[in-house]
């Protein structure tokens, strides 16, 4: 069963994220890319395909930040961070402590924030 939600998680995601890839960046397509993306997260989760769940958030992050959703954008972009360091510890088998966080002093975070407009938390 598990490999089923996968597979139709990875498929769905692809999908999705080949849409992204093409999407003109209107409001129109951002906000049916969202819409896409919100309703496969579920999918991800589950499968624990933390990978493809880091992206499609990244990408959520994006097309909401184009629609000025920024407290969106913001969310989405933080649960991107977690869902990468949750890939990178089911890959390595090793559990860390996050080094870092949207809301750090680093010059990378100060970076992100601003490019999505997010506020140091």
């Known amino acids: 069963m598990i490999g089923s939600a996968k597979f139709s998680a990875l ?3 692809a999908l999705v994220l080949g849409h992204a ?3 003109t960046g209107d409001a129109g397509s951002d906000r049916k890319l969202a819409a ?3 309703r496969a997260l579920p999918d991800l989760v589950v499968s624990e395909n933390y990978r493809a769940l880091s992206r499609a958030t990244m990408q959520l992050a994006g097309a909401r930040s184009r629609l000025g959703e920024t407290p969106e954008a913001c969310k989405a972009l933080s649960q991107s961070l977690e869902s990468y ?6 890959q390595t ?3 860390e402590a996050a080094a870092s966080g949207i809301g750090d002093d680093s010059d990378g975070m100060a970076e992100v924030r601003a ?3 997010c506020a140091r938390v």
């Open 11 to 13: 498929l769905g995601v």
């Open 21 to 23: 890839s093409i999407a």
């Open 36 to 38: 896409q993306l919100q």
């Open 85 to 90: 360091r949750m890939a990178v510890a089911k």
């Open 93 to 95: 088998g090793v559990q």
């Open 115 to 117: 490019r999505f407009g």
